[in-house]
């Protein structure tokens, strides 16, 4: 029997990082051309889209929060449309406290079932896409709250028993309450960063109605002119891979080539300053993954070490939604950046 060839995608995790140093320059530029060109189709946009390439990057989950109307799934939308992404590769979801885990992960295969074995067809759920956008991710049942643990720590969901990877790499969620329920708190904790996505009209009144109609014009007539070809979701696997193999050296270690000291107390003086004076929570698990994110957003920015500016993703910690709008404020000021 012939075997399969292998997906390409896939195979990147098998590149060294000498094979990867070779294009990290044009990578990075595929990837700054596509942010760029991604905020161009949105009004005031452009930090919550340079936040979702480096989440995207990092592999990191995204939570996006904001009221109705505020462009969270256009975000994403336009997003998937720019990486060329289609069928199997994405799968969205809007979520209700009556929706069935077979919704999300499949339905049961009946025949299997009869076999004996509880097995569910797969196939265009979210364990066989490569970018998942859960819409109200906060009103799903508590089977699927667990299941979506299991997906986001161990990139695994079981079938018949047995623990099956799943091929999601890059998870943006959306709600429009950040919910205080003790219950909800470990799936929060998952996502390390929570962005305010927020109106525009007060501000942009008519910039937002001429991109706005534009937008729905082009939905329309089924034109996608965001959708530029400038990065690929290839190009997104790389650049972690690469970052993943450069984190990975150990002389000398990450921290002492691109996490310069004077900026590592400036971390340490602000996540101290917000656990104690505002009673943010950041746990030992997200503290790690802020180290990974901070060395993403530094690369893909300006390609060197972690800088102050960099910093600024601590303004996402929030885990309320009360949080959300002190960081967004107090972060910049503590650390002598403008908002």
Not at 127 to 146: G, H, M, Q, Y
Request: proline share 4%; glycine share 6%.
């Amino acid at each position: 029997m012939t075997k399969p060839p292998a997906d390409p995608l896939e195979r990147i995790a098998e590149l060294s990082l000498e094979q990867l140093q070779a294009d990290a320059q044009g990578l990075r530029e595929r990837l700054n051309r596509f942010r760029l060109a991604l905020g161009r189709h949105f009004v005031d946009k452009q930090q919550l889209i340079d936040l979702m390439v480096v989440a995207a990057i990092a592999q990191e989950p995204l939570l996006l929060v904001g009221p109705p109307g505020t462009a969270k799934s256009e975000l994403v939308l336009k997003f998937k449309d720019a990486l060329g992404l289609e069928g199997a590769d994405y799968f969205e979801y809007l979520l209700t406290r009556f929706t069935e885990p077979s919704e999300i992960l499949g339905p049961i295969d009946i025949n299997a079932l009869r076999e004996g074995r509880y097995l569910r067809r797969d196939r265009g759920k979210l364990p066989t896409a490569r970018l998942v956008f859960l819409d109200e991710v906060f009103k799903a049942s508590s089977a699927i709250l667990n299941a979506m643990l299991t997906v986001i720590n161990e990139r695994k969901f079981y079938q018949d028993g047995v623990a099956v990877p799943v091929r999601l790499k890059i998870l943006f969620a959306a709600t429009n309450e950040v919910p205080e329920h003790s219950e909800l708190g470990a799936l929060k904790d998952r996502f390390s960063l929570k962005a305010a996505c927020r109106s525009v009209q007060e501000t942009h009144f008519v910039e937002l109605l001429d991109a706005g109609l534009d937008a729905v014009t082009s939905r329309e007539l089924n034109r996608k002119p965001w959708a530029e070809g400038h990065a690929t979701l290839e190009d997104l696997l790389r650049a972690h891979r690469y970052l993943t193999l450069q984190m990975a050296r150990t002389e000398p270690r990450d921290r002492d080539r691109f996490f310069r000291d004077e900026v590592l107390r400036e971390f340490r003086r602000v996540v101290r300053t917000l656990t104690r004076e505002d009673g943010v929570f950041i746990s030992d698990r997200k503290l790690v993954k802020l180290y990974k994110l901070l060395r993403t957003r530094a690369w893909v920015v300006h390609g060197g070490a972690v800088e102050r500016e960099d910093l600024r993703l601590l303004s996402y910690l929030g885990e309320t939604r009360e949080e959300i709008d002190l960081l967004e404020e107090k972060v910049p000021r503590l650390l002598g950046l403008e908002r």
